[in-house]
């Protein structure tokens, strides 16, 4: 019970000086009397490491949850569309994952998981997150954000919503001139995430909800009111859900001559590829970097990325594991085999598979 109330005051304690000091001063103050006893007495602010600390824990539907999260320090300052990547221990092993921001603060973010089948880290924070825990965190990462379009389209499927959530809110609050329209598909009406949200969002643009297992009138997939209103094709898009389902739409978008150029992708669930077949050598052209690699013996079998590596060349990146998509680059002329959407290639997880390839 002594515990509990020196928690819940310690808690009080932490949002106040985030609150009264901000990020930067505590960042100041912090580093310059960190020692034995302010590491001991407040590890959350006397720490070198980004750390978040639960402040509350929303369920959502029957398998997903928003867990409200106040990082200390150390964070940066956040943009909807991006994620962070969130470690969590069990049975003594550190795993990592990267969830989108369903909710930025001020002084708070948030996250929504949704418990996957046989998801481990997914399914111990829907069974044990609690306020008042700490969590390691990275600072927010990704390049999953507004660009300033005018005429926009949101497309997610499941969880794929919650960046599309947080996108679709901060748009309509800093850029009201913007005309943002939404499709979010789940399996039923049960599944739906953000449910009073987006019947608000509904009053501010167009929001529509597929639902892929309910019979009767609903639409029952983003196919469906794509192909009912042609002119959402007009817009820029930004898509994000399970693999199988942004290939659906990316083919439907090919298909009906899209540019490409105008769509922003982000996946997380990437089940991985392995390089198929011989691989002949490649002359790439890295366009950014003005760099042309003529690929050699010693380059087969190796990724993009490595490949790029290997010849002094840096291409930005994160994971390395075909997740983030911070190194995200587009096709201009020739193929690529494994991670690629549309003209988007993933060089960590994409291999060259013409004699002839232009990355821009
Ligand atoms: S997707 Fe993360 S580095 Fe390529």
Redesign the pocket.
């Known amino acids: 019970m002594m515990g509990r109330v020196l928690g819940q005051l310690a808690l009080l304690a932490e949002v106040w000086a985030l609150k009264a000091f901000g990020r930067e001063w505590l960042h100041y103050i912090t580093s310059n009397t960190m020692n034995a006893v302010t590491t001991r007495l407040a590890p959350f602010f006397w720490t070198y490491e980004c750390q978040a600390r639960v402040i509350g824990v929303r369920h959502e539907t029957h398998d997903a949850i928003t867990i409200e999260l106040l990082p200390n320090q150390h964070f940066s300052q956040a943009r909807a569309g991006q994620y962070i990547e969130l470690e969590v221990v069990i049975n003594g092993q550190v795993h990592s994952r990267c969830y989108s921001l369903s909710r930025l603060g001020r002084h708070g973010v948030a996250i929504t998981v949704k418990r996957k089948q046989g998801g481990l880290v997914s399914s111990w924070l829907f069974d044990h997150a609690r306020r008042g825990m700490v969590f390691s965190v990275s600072r927010p990462q990704g390049s999953f954000v507004y660009q300033g379009q005018q005429k926009l389209l949101m497309i997610s499927a499941g969880s794929g919503i919650t960046p599309c959530y947080a996108l679709a809110n901060e748009i309509l609050a800093e850029a009201p001139s913007a005309d943002v329209a939404m499709i979010a598909q789940f399996k039923t009406d049960a599944d739906v995430i953000f449910s009073s949200g987006l019947q608000r969002l509904a009053q501010l643009c167009r929001v529509e909800i597929a639902l892929s297992q309910s019979a009767g009138t609903v639409k029952q997939d983003v196919i469906a009111c794509l192909e009912q209103s042609p002119e959402l094709l007009g817009r820029d898009i930004y898509l994000c859900g399970p693999a199988g389902f942004m290939d659906k739409v990316v083919g439907y978008l090919t298909s009906k001559n899209y540019n490409l150029a105008r769509l922003q992708v982000e996946r997380f669930n990437f089940d991985g590829y392995a390089l198929a077949g011989e691989q002949s050598l490649s002359e790439i052209y890295f366009q950014a970097h003005n760099a042309t690699v003529h690929m050699t013996e010693a380059d087969r079998g190796k990724t993009l990325?490595e490949i790029a590596e290997a010849h002094g060349i840096e291409l930005e990146?994160?994971?390395?594991?075909?997740?983030?998509?911070?190194?995200?680059c587009h096709l201009v002329h020739g193929e690529v085999s494994g991670?690629q959407l549309g003209i988007a290639v993933?060089?960590?997880?994409a291999y060259p598979a013409s004699t002839k390839l232009v990355i821009g």
């Open positions: 990325l990146h994160g994971c390395r594991a075909g997740m983030c998509g911070s190194c995200k991670n993933y060089p960590c997880t």
